[in-house]
């Protein structure tokens, strides 16, 4: 993590105001400025916390906000402590520490014991710009909640971030959902991850979510989930690879004069179209962005040289040959439709899937259009396993979408992907 001082700007930064407003000592949502107020935050969190009191966030301050970030720190028991006692002492339910600690006996709590207390906030934020960084976080803290939840990678990055996934559910029926195959469409990956974690909330407390009892999709589903398939381009998209950098520098030259870098950075870190470089009619695909100029690594829309050439798009493809899903969905942002069909393939039960996903989310079913209908997962994994596969458009309006309208894109969706679980089940 980066040394944050008044003056500081970006993604990190948004990071240490969301900690400290959970915290309580910030009241402004984060804008990403370290100026007076954060710098006036940050002083007052040190000196409750036994820090020096310098204003500026170096190692120990990082460590000391990471449980804001995680949601959840690791607390010593003492003589006489109960779990509704700490429950009670750190605002939390009596439910949600015994989640967090299965193996602990509640009734023969040990003096110097460690227990993992959850803290009174969801983990994953809706508020700021959603870097790697961020997702780390989530990761972790989700999985030392909801220990039930296993966390796995799928591969690496260029530059050598891991391919995060999380898995729920001990079910047959095996399901993927993927996000952020595009940078400028990072929105997607706190979206599905907010599911995963209203769906591990509601599990462990017996519940629904999105009309489902989430015993049931437990019980019935194994849902594997891809928050970001392209956190390089991510991270650039959202300023979290600073200018100056030897990758931004590298992005700069490829990006030329067009306008909007690096917020609408598409590609990954190479300058490939992660979404174009599945073996899916990628000659097609590379005809039809060729013909519209898009000729080399840049922005937006390079197939690449070949299929597959780049590691994430490969990892994806690789682990869905490992695990042979039953249904997949891909999540991007253009304008609240659902893509369901790749050329002449006509899965079982698709087309019926489709219409009810499209129900529950109030989007359009369509056919792809032909500019776009080559090369995306959806289509390799159509074409593969003749099974339903789609892609869902959330959200309106012109990439990166405004954080303003999660709250929205995200109801629209929890129905969705709760019925996506057990779509194939019957
Ligand atoms: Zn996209």
């Known amino acids: 993590m980066n040394l944050l001082r008044y003056g500081s700007v970006g993604p990190q930064v948004e990071l240490v105001q969301l900690a400290l407003q959970r915290e309580g000592a910030l009241r402004e949502d984060p804008d990403g400025i370290f100026g007076a107020r954060t710098r006036a935050a940050v002083t007052g969190f040190q000196r409750r916390n036994g820090l020096a009191a310098d204003g500026v966030v170096g190692k120990a301050t990082w460590q000391t906000l990471t449980p804001w970030l995680t949601g959840c720190r690791t607390v010593t028991v003492r003589p006489g402590d109960t779990f509704y006692r700490l429950a009670v002492r750190w605002g939390v339910s009596l439910r949600s520490v015994e989640t967090a600690n299965p193996e602990v006996d509640p009734l023969n709590l040990q003096p ?15 508020t700021i710009r959603f870097t790697s960084t961020a997702l780390s976080y989530c990761a972790e803290g989700l999985a030392a909640r909801y220990p039930f939840l296993e966390t796995d990678s799928a591969g690496q990055s ?19 959902f993927n996000a952020a195959h595009h940078a400028n469409e990072w929105i997607t990956a706190p979206l599905v991850l907010r599911f995963l974690e209203r769906l591990c909330a509601a599990y462990a407390s017996g519940r629904a979510v999105g009309g489902v009892m989430a015993s049931e999709l437990w019980n019935r589903c194994t849902l594997r989930l891809l928050p970001m398939v392209n956190p390089d381009g ?7 690879i600073a200018p100056g950098s030897e990758a931004y520098a590298q992005a700069l030259a490829m990006n030329g ?67 042979p899903f039953d249904l997949t969905l891909s999540y991007h942002t253009q304008g609240q439709v659902i893509y369901w069909k790749y050329d002449g393939f006509d899965p079982p039960h698709a087309k019926v899937i489709g219409r ?37 458009e959330a959200g309106e309006g012109v990439s990166p979408l405004p954080l ?13 992907l709760a019925y996506a679980m057990l779509a194939t089940v019957g």
């Open 257 to 323: 004069s067009r306008a909007g870098f690096p917020e609408n950075w598409k590609a990954n870190i190479r300058g490939v179209d992660l979404n174009l470089q599945y073996p899916a009619g990628w000659d097609d695909a590379r005809r039809i962005k060729f013909s519209q100029g898009y000729t080399k690594p840049g922005p937006r829309d390079y197939v690449g040289s070949a299929p597959l050439t780049e590691p994430e798009s490969r990892a994806v493809y690789d682990y869905s040959l490992r695990n």
């Open 112 to 126: 110097g014991q460690k227990l993992v207390l959850p803290l009174p906030f969801e983990v994953v934020p809706a």
């Open 356 to 392: 009810r996903l499209a129900a529950l989310s109030g989007y359009a079913l369509e056919l792809t259009p032909e500019e776009s209908a080559y090369a995306g997962y959806k289509d390799w994994f159509i074409q593969q396993f003749d099974r339903p596969g789609y892609t869902v």
């Open 234 to 240: 991510v991270d650039l998209a959202t300023g979290e």
């Open 404 to 416: 303003g309208q999660f709250e929205e894109i995200y109801r629209a969706n929890e129905p969705l």
């Open 158 to 176: 260029v530059l050598g971030k891991p391919l995060r996934l999380l898995r729920f559910g001990r079910g047959r029926n095996a399901v993927f």
